[in-house]
């Protein structure tokens, strides 16, 4: 599985940026490359991020935690 990340400098949060972004590279990961499926892994209690993931149609898939910290495991298949 490939993973979508997206991290901005705090200036330009809450713009609407990683929403496009991450908007734009599920689409081409979907349509031009044909990739299965993306996902995203978020530190638990990153509610920002865990926003842009859902916007982009992706669900929570399970939690896991790797060296002490908690993740949250969002997934997307393509359609």
């Known amino acids: 599985m490939v993973e979508l990340g997206y991290d901005f400098r705090s200036d330009f ?8 972004a991450a908007l734009a ?7 031009v490359l044909g990739l299965p499926g993306l996902i ?15 916007k982009v149609g992706m669900k929570l898939a399970d939690d896991f935690t790797r060296y ?12």
């Open 13 to 20: 949060w809450h713009q609407g940026y990683a929403t496009e």
């Open 25 to 31: 590279v599920r689409d081409f990961a979907f349509d």
């Open 68 to 79: 002490e910290t908690r993740y949250w495991r969002y997934a997307i298949q393509r359609p």
């Open 40 to 54: 995203s892994l978020i530190r638990v209690g990153n509610l920002a991020s865990k926003r842009v993931a859902e």
